[in-house]
Nanobody, 124 residues
Framework: HVQLVESGGGLVQAGGSLRLSCAAS????????TGWFRQAPGKEGEFVAV????????DYADSVTGRFHISRDSAKNMVYLPMNRLKVEDTGVYFC?????????????????WGQGTQVTVSS
């Protein structure tokens, strides 16, 4: 049974920072691509970032490039998403997702296991 648990969300002012964490159990994150997605109120879910099995394999949505950085601690089976210079438009529920393969991209259907999400609210 695969379980993903996100944490680290909260309320922050624009320009501030948060660090999201994703704890995985049931599968080792180093073997599969792990992504972050977000869903704002009234909008569809969107891709944020992914880290592939190789430590050099990362990709980001254009809207977060240079501000967010995805990383992984293989020993702890954790994936992190430090978020800097947050904007009001970054507000949403952030989900951690584990793909079925070593490499994945921005498509939601590439991911088969999902966490429950953590709320990020950025105020102006």
């Amino acid at each position: 049974h695969v379980q993903l648990v996100e944490s680290g969300g909260g309320l922050v002012q624009a320009g501030g920072s948060l660090r999201l964490s994703c704890a995985a159990s049931g599968r080792t994150v180093i073997s599969y691509a792990t992504g972050w997605f977000r869903q704002a109120p009234g909008k569809e879910g969107e891709f944020v970032a992914v880290i592939n099995w190789s430590f050099t394999g990362t990709d980001y949505a254009d809207s977060v490039t240079g501000r967010f950085h995805i990383s992984r601690d293989s020993a702890k089976n954790m994936v992190y998403l430090p978020m800097n210079r947050l904007k009001v438009e970054d507000t949403g529920v952030y989900f951690c997702a584990l793909a079925s393969r070593a490499r994945a991209g921005a498509r939601i259907n590439e991911y088969e296991d999902w966490g429950q999400g953590t709320q990020v609210t950025v105020s102006s």
